[in-house]
Each structure stands twice: as C-alpha cells, then as structure tokens.
C-alpha cells in the first residue's frame, strides 16, 4: 500500500522512489530516478483512507484530474509540469517535473519574508501562470505558499492542480465537504460559490502578504475562527509590502466585483512606488513698515549726548599724512572755492604727496645775491 512505501520501490515498473521531498496532509512527495529515461522526477503519493469508500474513489478521480488539467499547462514556464499518474495497488501516484529548490512556505518559515523586489517577481510568475490557467478553463482552488516553488535557478513555479476544477470537469466533492486550505480561501468560496477565476487572486493576495508580511492574515486558532476571519475580517494593513501594498489590498477585497483582475493586478504590480514628500516649514520673514525711519551711523556730538549723522567726504594729502574732516553739504551745483597752491598757481588743486615729496629730494637752487658755504662770492 502507499503507506509502507520505502525507497528503492518500483512504482508502476518504471519509477523507482530515491528519498522523500516532503509531506503534506494529502501524501508525500518523492524524488524518483525514471528508469525508462534516465532522468529523476518527482513522484507524489496519495494517501488513501484505510477503509474503501467515496473519499477513496474521488482521491484517485482527482489525481487524474490534475494530471489532465497540468498536462494542458505543460509547457508553461511557472507551471510544474505533470508527466504521468500511476495506480499501484489502487493507490494513484502523480509523477511530475522535479524542481530542486523549496516551497515558499518553506522560505518564509527558514529565511523570513522576501523582500518587495522578491515578491514581486513571485507576483508576476503567479499572474503568468493564472493567467494561462484560466485561458485554458482551469480554475486552481488551493493558491497558498505550500504550492509555490522557488527553484535554486530563480524560477518560480504553480504547482499542485489536484483540487482544479476544470470547465469540462464534473462536481466530484460530496455536499457538505470542502477542500482547500480555509485561510487561504476567498470569501465567496467560503460561502459556496465555486468556480470563480477570480478567487484565485484572493489567494494569491493571501499568498502575497504571507510572503512579505511573514504571516497569514486570516490564520486562527480553530478552523471556524479562521473561516469567520476569511468571510467577516478584513486583512491588517501591510507594512513590509513597499510598492506592492496596492496590488495585494486590491486583490483581497471581499466583493469579488471590486477585486484586481489580472490586467488589473499587472499594472498595480508595474507601478512605481510612491514616496510622501515630507512638508516643508514655512520660512517667516519679517518686514519693517514702510514709513519707519531708517537710522544709520549715529555718534555722539560734542560730547551732548545728542547724536548726529556723520559724513566722511574725503582725504586731504599733507605730505606727511592724511586727515579726514566733517564739511558741511554743499548747495547742489556750487563750485568749492578754489585755494592756492604751495607753487602759487591758483589752479586750486593741491599738489600729490608724490609731488611733495619729489621737491624735497630736489638739489637747491643757488642764489647768486647769497654768499657760498665758503664766504666768497662768485666771480663775475
């Protein structure tokens, strides 16, 4: 039976199991050598329950339906192809591409949220491979982080498509039971309504902010408490998401007609983050009035107390020095007396410093009236 199965079994006489992946509460997955090939795949084994019955016979018809529905997908890059379903000792057996790397639970729970740049790579690869599903009339049903590969070369990649339902497919779940994981579900599904293409991107929107946010966001201790949360609560605002917070509050809305479709949900996902610009201060600037009396270089007169405007107007040149002096403002238009000069020129301009000191320098001019420093007088 599938449950004693161990490594070194041949399924189907061809598979041949090598070491456990993985389990889950539906199987486990194998890394398997295929003999006819010689290429290594992934073998997932269903549990059936121990007794036969309806649950056994609609575990094996899901198991071909998702090998019906992956095969349709095949080629799709974000797609994990499946090759082949096995029945052994009434137990179905999918084989499947194998993929090394780990889901992006896994990540989350080993590594911590992906970062925004991260992310949204996953975002786009899970929009590519909805996209093609639902061209191809194939609705998923159990988006959730478990289902998502990250490969070790970078792809990501849509796997398990054992709950898809299929346009062509017919109703194989019993009233009353439901599969999926709750937290994961939309809203409308929770109410009854299958079917929906649309409520695969409510879980991808869960998808999305487990990843960033490290959490689920509908997670409860009991499954009621977590169904009520999915249908009633709304998800807490993001804060790790950056540039994706639109994308993945847009693809959680509870009214499947407000919700991001996938055209919607590719520009969210292209648009560049928006920074808040911090306010700036307003800069006070204080004016004086237009009538107040302007002072400028007031001193002291006299010694009074009194204060009076000072006025420098000028140097004189005295040949050793230079001076400044008060005077008094002139009549516009006067002409300032004119002095004469040390030469007797009248011209009323003085001579330069330079000048002053050139005459000192000069050799003096004899005068023939005077006597010589040697008491004579010249001869005529």
Not at 62 to 78: I, Q, S, V
Not at 96 to 119: D, I, K
Not at 152 to 179: K, M, N, R
Not at 290 to 296: C, D, L, Q, R, S
């Amino acid at each position: 039976m599938a449950g004693q199965a161990e490594p070194g079994r041949l399924i189907g006489g061809r598979y041949r199991l090598l070491a456990r992946l993985g389990a889950g509460g539906m199987g486990r997955v194998w890394r398997a050598s295929d003999e006819a090939l010689r290429i290594e795949v992934a073998v997932k084994e269903v549990w059936l329950p121990a007794t036969p019955g309806p649950d056994a016979d609609e575990r094996l018809r899901r198991a071909e339906r998702e090998a019906r529905n992956a095969a349709r997908l095949r080629d799709h890059p974000n797609v994990v192809a499946v090759h082949d379903v096995v029945v052994e000792d009434g137990a179905p057996w999918t084989v499947m591409q194998l993929v090394a790397g780990h889901t992006l639970e896994e990540h989350v729970e080993e590594y911590g949220p992906l970062s925004v740049a991260h992310a949204a790579l996953v975002a786009g690869a899970l929009l590519d491979a909805l996209e093609a599903a639902h061209a191809a009339g194939i609705v998923h049903r159990d988006v959730k982080p478990a289902n998502v590969m990250l490969a070790d070369d970078g792809h990501v990649l849509l796997t398990d498509f054992g709950i898809a339902i299929g346009t062509t497919d017919t109703a194989l779940t019993a009233a009353g039971s439901f599969l999926g994981s709750v937290e994961y579900i939309a809203p409308e599904r929770a109410r009854g309504t299958e079917g929906l293409a649309v409520s695969d991107l409510f879980s991808l929107g869960v998808t999305l902010f487990q990843a960033v946010e490290g959490f689920s966001p509908f997670h409860r201790e009991t499954a009621t408490g977590t169904l009520t949360a999915v249908i009633l609560d709304e998800a807490p605002p993001p804060v790790r998401a950056g540039r994706l917070t639109p994308l993945i509050t847009g693809l959680l809305e509870k009214d499947p007609a407000a919700r991001l479709g996938i055209a919607e949900a590719r520009r969210a996902l292209a648009a560049p983050e928006v920074v808040p610009v911090p306010p700036v201060a307003p800069v006070t600037t204080t004016v004086a009035p237009t009538n107040a009396p302007t002072v400028v270089g007031r001193r002291p007169i006299n010694g009074s107390g009194a204060t009076g405007q000072r006025r420098q107007t000028g140097t004189a040149s005295r040949g050793h020095g230079t001076s400044s002096q008060a005077t008094p403002p002139r009549a516009q238009g006067a002409m300032p007396p004119r002095r004469p000069t040390a030469d007797g020129t009248g011209t009323g301009k003085r001579p330069s410093q330079a000048t002053d000191q050139r005459r000192r320098m000069q050799p003096p001019i004899a005068d023939p009236r005077r006597p010589t420093a040697t008491g004579q007088r010249p001869h005529a």
